[in-house]
């Protein structure tokens, strides 16, 4: 199986018609989901006796050697704890005492991965002292010859408070020598992903920051282009410059609808396409039970992880020309869901959009699910853009 006929496999994607008159969009879950597992890594351990299935998930995507490489995230022999989130209203789990590596993946048809000659990026302290407990999320952005890593480093253990996520830069050619430049000190972020190539001259990020419980989206430029990005340390008062003008620079705000009523954040790396820069993003927040019901579920999910979209102009992508008002894919799967005794899984109702590559006029997301592994959706790439156009036109 070629990664052309993979595409071929996946869905069109479909418009569907909910009850009270809304068209929405569904992308195509492919057939043999999911794509990684714990196990195809060797991911487990035994404790007393039974076997512990560890994690990989939240890989970013890119066309590499005519196939496809993928960053996930793993790690195993952590432990799980559930607590009663007042705020939200829900209950959550919590991970402990695990610090996540980026093991690079390859596969020739985008559907069987293994390792990329034993690479692996660790956060651990081995390497540098800028973080210590782990590195997460990396995206892909190919930038001319270059393949931009950029993920999140964690300064404190996670789930042992706020304020330690720092943007990690790594750059490669090759992805077997990975060159690290550094952390964006000076504001707590995660989910940054600079744009493919400037714009008019100008080469825009969009980020997140968790700061005071910001839970919004932003855009801004880098006032000293590349270097910016590849020196960070060098640039103190650019990047306090970006966080300082973030609320001015707001791109796409929580709240507006349920699904992202607690916040919303990057996703895949953007694509350029005719019409636009084609943003996948997340959502998190209530989906509703008339959309539940089209993926075969009895009840809206209180608290989950969707995808979203939106199309940003292409000479001026601080002007968002289409933004979806309702999810474009949510969990229903077991894997993606509640888990089962086949797909045991970490965190519930969770896919988590982290790289996306055009294949044949195919669209191909690689998502984190249940926080446990790596599933494929996709969908005919001008059929979401004629759905964003026809549907979802910013007022």
């Excluded at 790690?75 to 607590?83: A, L, P, V």
């Excluded at 931009?148 to 020598?177: E, H, M, N, Q």
């Excluded at 990005?229 to 609808?257: C, D, E, M, Q, V």
């Excluded at 102009?313 to 089962?340: H, M, Q, W």
Aim: glycine fraction near 10%; include cysteine; charge should be positive.
């Amino acid at each position: 199986m070629s990664l052309d006929s993979t595409a071929k496999r996946l869905g069109e994607g479909k418009r569907i018609e909910l009850e009270n008159g809304e068209v929405v969009f569904k992308l195509d879950s492919f057939s043999a989901n999911p794509v990684v597992k714990p196990q195809d890594l060797g991911l487990t351990r035994q404790e007393k006796g039974k076997l512990k299935i560890g994690a990989v998930f939240n890989g970013g995507a890119e066309i590499f050697q005519n196939g496809i490489i993928l960053t996930p995230r793993c790690h195993k022999g952590y432990r799980k704890s559930k607590y009663f989130d007042r705020k939200q209203g829900v209950h959550r789990y919590r991970l402990h005492d695990y610090i996540s590596e980026i093991w690079p993946l390859e596969s020739e048809n985008g559907v069987h991965f293994k390792r990329f000659h034993g690479v692996m990026i660790k956060g651990d302290g081995s390497k540098h002292k800028d973080f210590i407990y782990g590195i997460e999320d990396i995206r892909i952005i190919k930038h001319d010859r270059t393949y931009l890593l950029v993920g999140c480093g964690k300064r404190i253990p996670p789930f042992k408070g706020v304020g330690g996520d720092r943007t990690a830069i790594y750059s490669t050619k090759d992805f077997v020598r990975i060159d690290y430049h550094g952390i964006i000190e000076f504001f707590d972020s995660r989910n940054l992903i600079p744009f493919p190539e400037s714009v008019n001259g100008k080469l825009y990020i969009v980020w997140t920051s968790r700061a005071k419980g910001d839970p919004n989206i932003h855009l801004d430029f880098l006032r000293m282009g590349m270097d910016q990005l590849l020196h960070p340390s060098k640039y103190p008062k650019y990047w306090k410059k970006i966080y300082s003008h973030r609320n001015k620079n707001l791109l796409l705000k929580a709240g507006t609808f349920s699904h992202e009523r607690e916040k919303i954040g990057s996703g895949t790396q953007l694509i350029k396409t005719d019409e636009g820069w084609l943003f996948i993003y997340h959502g998190v927040g209530l989906i509703n039970s008339e959309i539940c019901k089209y993926y075969g579920l009895h009840q809206k999910i209180a608290r989950g992880y969707s995808i979203c979209a939106a199309l940003l102009d292409l000479d001026d992508p601080r002007r968002v020309i289409c933004r979806t008002r309702n999810p474009i894919f949510i969990p229903s799967a077991p894997y993606e869901f509640k888990g089962d005794a086949k797909y045991p899984i970490d965190v519930p109702g969770v896919v988590f959009p982290t790289g996306a590559v055009i294949v044949k006029d195919k669209l191909l997301i690689y998502c984190g699910v249940g926080d446990k592994y790596v599933s494929l959706l996709g969908c005919d790439l001008h059929n979401l853009i004629d759905y964003l156009i026809d549907y979802c036109k910013s007022d």
